[in-house]
C-alpha cells in the first residue's frame, strides 16, 4: 500500500476540521456543516477507487 494515499486522506482532514472550525468561529454552522459532508465524500470516494483496485489486483491473482 502506498503511504501517499493516506498522507492524502490525513491532509484532506486537517484541512476541512481546520477550515470547518474558522467557519464556525465566523458564525457559519451551516457553511461549515456543507464543508465536513464535502469532505467526507471526497474521502469515500478515494477509498472507493482504492477498493476497486484492491478488487482488481484479487480477481488477477486469482484467474476471475
Known amino acids: 500500500?502506498?503511504?501517499d494515499i493516506?498522507?492524502?486522506i490525513a491532509g484532506i482532514g486537517i484541512l476541512i476540521s481546520v477550515l470547518s472550525i474558522v467557519l464556525k468561529q465566523a458564525k457559519k454552522e451551516e457553511q461549515a456543516e456543507m464543508l465536513t459532508l464535502a469532505g467526507v465524500v471526497?474521502?469515500?470516494?478515494?477509498?472507493?477507487q482504492l477498493m476497486n483496485q484492491l478488487f482488481?489486483?484479487?480477481r488477477s491473482v486469482?484467474?476471475?
Open 62 to 64: 486469482f484467474n476471475l
Open 56 to 58: 482488481m489486483v484479487v
Open 42 to 48: 471526497v474521502v469515500l470516494i478515494i477509498v472507493v
Open 6 to 8: 493516506i498522507f492524502r
Open 1 to 3: 500500500m502506498n503511504v
